[in-house]
């Protein structure tokens, strides 16, 4: 039987994959100290038990809050750990784009394999993140599930916001069934960009634009401006991961999207599509 430990940032998602796995969630207390500093204790016997820990890597105090889970199952003498990150945090950083800089998302992943022996994250930026862990790291995607969601909407075409992302778009169209495309994106010069969609007709049609990351929602709201004007019904926009930065939410609405759609791996106001289900399949 699995034990299975909810870190702060994800504790319905540790709920949600204890009820699919028949398994038990283990009792935890976290508290802060009075200069702030992060106190966790496991509070059930977990000697020689198979644990799953499930903790998004953001905002940063959850880094934290995961090396000490991973601590604290360790010294109390675990049989297994597996890592569950429903998203995984710093993934973006995953070169050195400019002498100087860190590869982030290789330090986080090596500092977290130092406890694991199995790590399992969700649509992760870039899949080749996944050899930084120094474990067995797998991913999963919540495609499907947004799909889903997405069938009662009526949707007649499904659009990645670049031809990058094609793949996701063409996998939500076939549970669909309906057509999918990318936009186009044009580099106009240093600072602008501007999104077109490339040979389609969206004219009264029900879009639905469907994206790893919605950060500060430039990318979407572009997309969105530019479908209407087309003439689109109404566009929907989905994400695995919303972390719906500065002001994203307004920037969407103001561009005229009809529904925000985000997963749990961040819990928001926006996460309608559960992600317990598509992880729970990796175990
Ligand atoms: C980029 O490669 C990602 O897939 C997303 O398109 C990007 O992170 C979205 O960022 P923003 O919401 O700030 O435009």
Same mark, same amino acid.
């Given at each position: 039987m699995n034990y299975i430990i909810g870190g702060t940032a994800s504790r319905s998602v540790a709920e949600d994959l204890t009820k699919i796995l028949k398994g038990k969630l283990v009792n935890i207390t976290s508290k802060r100290f009075p200069d702030n500093e992060l106190y966790v204790r496991i509070? $059930? $016997?977990? /000697? !020689?038990k198979d644990i799953i820990i499930v903790q998004t890597t953001?905002?940063? =105090?959850n880094i934290i809050e995961l090396f000490l889970l991973q601590n604290a199952v360790e010294e109390a003498g675990a049989k297994s750990i597996s890592i569950v990150i429903p998203y995984y945090g710093?993934?973006? @950083? #995953?070169? /050195? *784009? @400019? %002498? !100087?800089? =860190?590869?982030s998302a290789k330090a986080l992943a090596e500092l977290i394999s130092k406890s694991a022996d199995k790590v399992i994250t969700v #649509? =992760?930026?870039? %899949?080749?993140?996944? $050899? +930084? *862990?120094s474990t067995s790291a797998v991913s999963c995607s919540a495609v499907p599930e947004i799909a889903k969601y997405l069938i &009662? /909407?009526?949707?007649d075409m499904v659009l990645a916001p670049d031809k990058g992302a094609v793949d996701r778009a063409k996998k939500a169209s076939k549970i669909i069934n309906c057509d999918f495309d990318y936009m186009e994106k044009t580099r106009i010069d240093g600072t602008t960009v501007e999104i077109k969609p490339k040979n389609l007709d969206s004219e009264n049609k029900n879009v639905a634009i469907i994206d790893d990351i919605i950060s500060t929602g430039g990318t979407m709201a572009k997309s969105i401006k530019e479908l209407k004007k087309q003439g689109a019904k109404k566009v929907f926009v989905a994400c695995t991961? !919303?972390? +719906?930065?500065?002001n994203a939410i307004k920037k969407l609405s103001t561009a005229g999207c009809d529904e925000i759609i985000a997963t749990d791996t961040i819990i928001s106001d926006?996460?309608? &599509? /559960?992600?317990a289900p598509s992880i729970a399949k990796l175990f």
């Open positions: 509070l $059930d $016997d977990i /000697k !020689g953001y905002p940063d =105090p710093y993934a973006r @950083q #995953d070169t /050195k *784009f @400019q %002498e !100087g800089e =860190p590869i #649509d =992760p930026h870039k %899949e080749y993140i996944l $050899d +930084f *862990f &009662v /909407k009526k949707i991961h !919303g972390l +719906f930065a500065d926006y996460s309608r &599509v /559960k992600i």
